[in-house]
């Protein structure tokens, strides 16, 4: 077997893995240091070589490392420039990031780097590693191992995934599903693409294309929006509420999380609201996408009568993508003005995977 020398990039955003405690017990983010201790002993592991760098501003400027209930819009931006500028370089990535938003950063990631034929994991922990029966060792560990498959043993996955307990996702079918398990994502609507534990297996079927199939990468596809506003339907809310949420704020784009398979109240017209709200504001709100706010499932909208007010040309099917995917896609849509001319277009499209379809 061909033992190529990789080189990897490992960015460190932040999150539990690299946490530290305060003399008062909370955890907040560090510098990383047991990382950096950690890294030579990794190295030998690997036989390639790993560099950690902190998140970079492309002017050099470091975005230092923190919860992920930090990381938004701007961070998305950063990281995939990062990836972009530093991809010649490099021959896979692993980002540490925290879990909480994880899920997001992933699916933000999956749509910027649509073009990327290199490997990017993204990891963090449960507990830090700093600590004793952290998860944040394996975790780090098997992320490096999948970033590291260049010329080596397993088929190459060349896109946006979670590596975390042992299980590869696909990024923007990943869900945060425990907040105390090592066990902590799932992908309710799609196959997993790997079981790393014990026995390293990529289900080579899941390939979402061959590395060598990838126009260029370029920065044409960074952008994120942050006036985007993620809603759960919930019994009693009404359009009207809604509709002065919309006209009282900069928001360009709702995703809202409608019941089952696609219904919603007589007193929450979807299809009103939107009509509405883009008469009130001069066409500045573009668009809702409706996904479904059950874990596992899909919309049929035309199943029920109760589904007519979802109805809409700007009213985008979400199918079976998860509620972080349809809120990053759409961030990322009208993150740019070539992307946002075609919306209905690009929404309506699966374009990396996210959702089940064309
Ligand atoms: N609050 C942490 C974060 O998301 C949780 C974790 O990393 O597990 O940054």
Redesign the pocket.
């Known amino acids: 077997m061909n033992q190529s020398s990789n080189k990897i990039l490992v960015i460190n955003t932040?999150?539990?893995?690299t946490?530290a405690a305060k003399a008062s017990g909370e955890?907040q983010?560090s510098k990383g240091e047991v990382l950096v201790e950690l890294i030579e002993d990794l190295t030998s592991d690997l036989c390639s070589k790993i560099e950690v760098k902190p998140l970079q501003l492309s002017n050099g400027e470091v975005i230092g490392t923190?919860?992920?209930?930090e990381i938004g819009p701007t961070h998305y931006n950063a990281m995939a420039e990062m990836i972009i500028r530093e991809n010649d370089d490099y021959d896979g990535f692993v980002i540490l990031?925290?879990?909480?938003?994880?899920s997001y950063t992933a699916s933000a990631l999956s749509f910027a780097l649509a073009q990327n034929n290199k490997p990017v994991v993204i990891t963090?922990?449960?507990v830090p590693l700093s600590k004793p029966g952290s998860d944040g060792l394996q975790n780090l560990r098997l992320a490096l191992f999948v970033a590291d498959q260049a010329g080596k043993s397993l088929p190459q996955l060349t896109e946006v995934m979670i590596c975390f307990a042992g299980q590869l996702f696909r990024g923007n079918r990943s869900r945060k599903s425990s907040?105390r398990s090592a066990i902590?994502f799932s992908t309710p609507n799609a196959q997993i693409l790997g079981e790393l534990f014990p026995v390293p297996t990529i289900f080579a079927e899941q390939l979402r294309r061959q590395p060598n199939s990838y126009p260029p990468l370029n920065s044409d596809s960074l952008g994120f929006s942050d006036k985007v506003l993620s809603i759960n339907l919930s019994p009693g809310f009404s359009g009207e509420m809604l509709l002065k949420i919309i006209e009282g704020s900069d928001i360009e784009g709702l995703v809202v999380r409608v019941f089952g398979s696609g219904t919603a109240p007589n007193n929450f017209n979807l299809a009103e609201v939107v009509k509405e709200a883009k008469q009130r504001t001069g066409d500045r709100f573009k668009c809702a996408v409706i996904v479904t706010d059950v874990y596992n499932g899909s919309l049929d909208i035309m199943r029920y009568a109760a589904g007519k007010n979802l109805r809409s040309e700007f009213i985008i099917d979400g199918r079976d993508m998860t509620p972080e995917a349809a809120t990053t896609k759409l961030m990322w849509v009208l993150g740019s003005t070539e992307r946002k001319k075609q919306l209905v277009k690009i929404l309506g499209t699966a374009i990396c995977g996210e959702m089940s379809g064309q």
Request: proline share 0%; glycine share 22%; hydrophobic share 25%.
């Open positions: 932040g999150g539990t893995i946490m955890l983010a923190s919860d992920s209930s990031h925290g879990t909480d938003t994880m963090g922990a449960q907040t902590g």
